[in-house]
């Protein structure tokens, strides 16, 4: 009894000093911009967005101080998605309850989701040019942005079954994205089962029915002088090909050197969509292992690193002029006849 008594006190004196090591390196951190890039490559504004939006999200109240202040829960939120860290080894470096670092994680996630939003889909046509020029700039095709999903590993969510199982084996749900060419998120549809396809996802959701909708989407334009194209969105072979939609041809072998010439086009313009996926899990690497969070916390979780990734991305100050001369008709009879005369612009170009 002794010596277990001995072990609960030298715990609770590693923790105590544990935690004032934290609160001293808070103190640190919040006064040295480098050291915040250099250890959650982030910048300092954007340290001070996320603290904004937690005390917006919880004013202080008369009564027991907490525990954490703002900018602390946010050292500690941060170093818990870029480090890939699980919550009991979080709480043992500083000293705190699993549940505290737990309820922060979650407590941040919000806060950034209500207060710090930074994903915005273009409301007008204006807007939607903007995006198309963000592709245009890097000598891409103009495209108002590129659509894919990715699997984020969750732990199976209780009496599920084989609803998050998905065909890589292993639970999930789907982080569906259209991305511009900066990297950028404009939309985002996320939390749906592992299960579902990508496509079945996009067909049911908000983005589809906007792409349907053409006044508030640009007019069609001219490519050159013979080709007239509307604008769309490029997605992967599993999407239904439509006005809105283009994709490559399906099939690795039998292809047509214009049909690869063409693929090559869009895969290289897609795959700004993979590069945005692949930047979002390398800055925040919870996102490499399976997150121990519920199921609706790791939704929140997702979401608010999204909104946080468009936060570091500077805005992109380089000189473009793209002169669109647009047309109010469609010239084609069908999605076939659309994506035929594209690939005929990249034979001829």
């Known amino acids: 009894m002794l010596i277990k008594k001995k072990k609960c006190v030298k715990l609770k004196n590693w923790n105590n000093e544990s935690f004032k090591y934290f609160k001293n390196y808070c103190s640190t951190l919040q006064n040295d911009e480098d050291m915040i890039k250099k250890h959650f490559f982030v910048s300092e504004a954007v340290v001070n967005g996320v603290v904004g939006a937690i005390r917006q999200s919880s004013p202080s109240k008369k009564g027991r101080k907490p525990k954490l202040n703002p900018f602390e829960k946010c050292v500690v939120f ?10 009991r080894r979080t709480s043992q470096r500083i000293g705190v309850a699993k ?18 939003k930074q994903i915005y889909l273009p409301e007008s046509p204006e807007q939607w040019r903007s995006v198309e020029d963000s592709f245009g700039r890097r000598r891409l095709i103009r495209s108002l942005g590129c659509l894919d999903g990715k699997h984020i590993r969750i732990k199976a969510p209780p009496n599920s079954g084989s609803l998050f199982y998905n065909y890589k084996h292993y639970f999930s749900f789907v982080l569906l994205g259209l991305v511009d060419g900066d990297g950028r998120f404009l939309w985002i549809d996320i939390g749906t089962p592992g299960s579902s396809s990508d ?10 029915s906007i792409l349907e909708d053409d006044d508030n989407l640009p007019m069609n334009q001219y490519l050159d002088r013979r080709t007239v194209m509307p604008s769309f969105i490029i997605a992967d072979g599993i999407f239904r090909l439509s006005k809105r939609v283009m994709k490559p041809y399906g099939g690795r072998s039998g292809l047509q050197a214009d049909e690869i010439l063409y693929n090559k086009n869009i895969s290289n313009t897609r795959v700004r ?3 945005a996926f692949g930047v979002l899990s ?5 996102l490499r292992k399976e997150i121990e969070c519920e ?3 790791a939704v929140d979780l997702v979401q608010s690193l999204c909104h946080l990734h468009n936060a570091m991305i500077q805005p992109n100050s380089s000189s473009y002029s793209f002169i669109v001369e647009e ?16 690939k005929d612009f990249f034979n001829d170009n």
């Open 295 to 297: 199921y609706k916390n």
């Open 99 to 116: 549940t505290v670092i737990s309820n922060t994680v979650g407590e941040v996630a919000k806060s950034v989701n209500e207060n710090f």
């Open 78 to 87: 941060l170093q818990f998605v870029t480090g890939g860290e699980s919550f």
């Open 199 to 208: 496509s079945c996802i996009f067909n049911a959701s908000t983005l589809k």
């Open 273 to 275: 969509v993979e590069h």
């Open 327 to 342: 047309i109010d008709t469609y010239p084609y009879s069908d999605a076939k006849s659309q994506q035929q005369a594209l």
């Open 282 to 286: 390398n800055r925040f690497r919870i």
